[in-house]
Nanobody, 117 residues
Framework: QVHLVESGGALVQAGGSLRLSCAAS????????MGWYRQAPGKQREFIAR???????NYADSVKARFAISRDNAKNTVYLQMNSLKPEDTAVYYC???????????WGPGTQVTVSS
């Protein structure tokens, strides 16, 4: 089991930047990949980005040119650098970790990002 805690969410103006952090604890060695989803009010949770244990990254088309995912293995932390933020980026951002042979997913409680126009 992996325990995840997100931080870094805030209110920011359009065009601004934020960096989200996700600190992992527990069964760290079994993590295959970590990443981020977001959920806006009234919408389904959507994939944003992921990074594998090998360092490969994937992004949603809507954020590919603006967001960057990275990790610090020494701190067991994954980051999401978000630039050129838009009001439509407003959502609760959730960190996840996929672990073990079955890629079981653990979720963090989420952090609120609000982008004002």
């Amino acid at each position: 089991q992996v325990h995840l805690v997100e931080s870094g969410g805030a209110l920011v103006q359009a065009g601004g930047s934020l960096r989200l952090s996700c600190a992992a604890s527990g069964s760290i060695v079994s993590i295959n990949s970590m990443g981020w989803y977001r959920q806006a009010p009234g919408k389904q949770r959507e994939f944003i980005a992921r990074i594998t244990s090998a360092g490969s990254t994937n992004y949603a088309d809507s954020v590919k040119a603006r967001f960057a995912i990275s990790r610090d293995n020494a701190k067991n932390t994954v980051y999401l650098q978000m630039n050129s933020l838009k009001p439509e980026d407003t959502a609760v951002y959730y960190c996840y970790a996929a672990t073990g042979g079955l890629n079981l997913v653990s979720w963090g409680p989420g952090t609120q990002v609000t982008v004002s126009s």
